[in-house]
């Protein structure tokens, strides 16, 4: 999450952060000055990064409920929200209003397109900016969506936006 929008002294959680590959960058970033929370719903993942990091802010949280009582000035995501249907996404999204403080920055990615598709069992949607505006702007104040290539030309999306 880029310290432009977030100073480095805010607390983040991110949602959904597997192997903890992310989590270093954003422990980088906010973990000295803020503080940083790692959650996944897989407590396997959480318990590999704990053996290694046994000083981080871990929970095991599910992207849907989010069932926190904490309450964050961050939350960022790479590519977990693509998991959910539609509608537990339209969930999502309000209960991240929720546990965000006042004027609260999300930045999470997704796959850029309009199809869902299914690999074993896990499934995958793609969003196009139009759709990720009209799914976020009830409750937040878009202030970016771009394209990016993480493959391939502009094959990913992020929206950084603030809490209304």
Same mark, same amino acid.
């Given at each position: 999450m880029p310290t432009k929008y977030l100073p480095r002294n805010s607390s983040v959680l991110e949602i959904g952060m597997g192997p903890? $590959? %992310?989590l270093l960058i954003l422990e980088k970033y906010y973990k000295d000055q803020g503080h940083v929370t790692g959650s996944d719903y897989s407590k396997i993942f959480i318990d590999r990064y704990r053996k290694q990091h046994p000083d981080s802010? #871990?929970?095991?949280l599910?992207?849907?409920t989010l069932k926190t009582d904490q309450k964050f000035q961050g939350l960022y995501s790479n590519k977990v929200l693509i998991? #959910? $249907?539609r509608e537990e996404l339209k969930q999502s999204i309000k209960r991240q209003a929720d546990i965000l403080e006042p004027e609260g920055i999300i930045c999470h990615s997704f796959w850029r397109g309009d199809k869902e598709e299914n690999y074993d069992g896990l499934l995958f949607i793609y969003y196009t900016a139009k759709q990720l505006q009209k799914l976020f702007e009830d409750s937040f104040?878009?202030?970016k969506i771009e394209k990016y290539k993480e493959m391939e030309?502009? %094959?990913s999306l992020y929206i950084i936006a603030r809490k209304k």
């Open positions: 903890g $590959t %992310d802010d #871990l929970i095991v599910n992207a849907i998991h #959910l $249907t104040d878009i202030i030309s502009y %094959d």
